[in-house]
């Protein structure tokens, strides 16, 4: 997710009371998002995986991020984000003798950081703090670098894109939001930098993430290495934005057999998002990765789509997302299939609320042990308020 909004607002049962921002001192704010989604899932079969059955249900969540920003000089600056939610909507389990999954599907429904990711974070014994960072611009002529250091999120400096990047205003789906093909972590110890010169950017991450799988005690710490090289274009059609991530780390993955930890994770993003016009976006993310490792549940990624301004009929505030992806499946997964549409209604500056719709289809190999096809539409309604 990229996103600074400093300030923080209050929402209960879908209808928000913004509070005022808060700008505490001329450098010192102080902001957040708060979000609500509930959704609920018909599935047309009842998939398996690794004995974990889905049903027809209905689930919410409900995230809060407070933030803030402390500018010490021009130059140097101070981040600090906190993460509280209740609930895990479709992502959460239940204990019937074996732990159940709510959803069967191999992507989540909403990418958003609920009550089980915001705990334990990364194995790390560390509660709520997602990030903390300081950050110092060296700026010259006709070009700047920043370089900042701390609790980092990988994703607020890779693998960007104008529609299909935020949980709580745009695509809920995490296929949508960013591309596991380049291996994003998130909230762990770390260094970027950020280089700009003209409409060129480059970006650089190394992040230190503490466990590579939070459900095994005796999971292992991996390093990763992530870099962005991007491009913006201003035409007559309007502004559009060319990027590829690369990322990988080192060798602390189980491999396909599951006889040794010794397989890294590499893969590659292109990230394109183009304005077309004054009211309508496209986006196109294509991406792939090596499939050593058994952690690889999608080896390549083709997705895109389209964004439409309210304009059109006379909500400028308002927009529509509609977007399709296919992923390639790795070991017993032949392949994943997922379209989203959703409408988001903004209710003045700070709240809007989106209804959803997504159709996801996991589809497995005849011959696949504790693994069945799932297929299902899920309904949802989202409610964000943010400053």
Known sequence: MKRHPLAVSFLALGVGTPAHALDITDNFSMGGVLSVAGQYQTLSDDGLIAGQEGDDEFNAGMPLQPEFHLRLTEDDEFFMKLGFAAGNGLNSTEDDGNVRRRSPFTLTTWAADLEDDVEDINGRNRDYLLTGWYKHTFRFKKSSLGMTGGFIDSTDYLDENAYANDEYTQFLNEVFVNAAQANLPSYDGGG???????????????????????????????????????????????????RLTVG??????????????????????????QQIGNNWGAFLRVGWQDDDAAEVVHDAL??????????????????????????DGNNDLD?????????RLALGDYI????????????????????????????????????
Do not use: P
């Open 302 to 327: 083709y997705s895109g789509g389209i964004d439409i301004r309210g304009a059109l009929w006379g909500r400028g505030e308002d927009n529509v997302g509609i977007g399709f992806a296919y992923l």
């Open 352 to 387: 809007a609320i989106t209804a959803d719709v997504q159709y996801m289809n996991d589809d497995y190999e005849s011959n696949a042990v504790d693994a069945e096809d799932a297929e299902g539409w899920i309904f949802g309604l989202r409610t964000t308020a943010e400053f």
């Open 248 to 273: 990988g780390t080192n060798e602390k993955f189980e491999n396909e057999d599951g006889t040794d930890d010794d397989e890294g994770l590499i893969g590659g993003v292109l990230s394109f998002d």
């Open 192 to 242: 970027a930098m950020e280089w700009e010169r003209g409409n060129w950017i480059l970006r650089g991450v190394y992040m230190n993430v503490g466990k590579n799988d939070n459900e095994i005690q005796d999971a292992n710490s991996y390093n990763y290495f992530g870099a962005t090289l991007g491009y913006t274009l201003n035409s007559s059609w309007g502004e559009g934005n060319y």
């Open 335 to 343: 392949d994943t299939m997922v379209f989203e549409t959703y409408y």
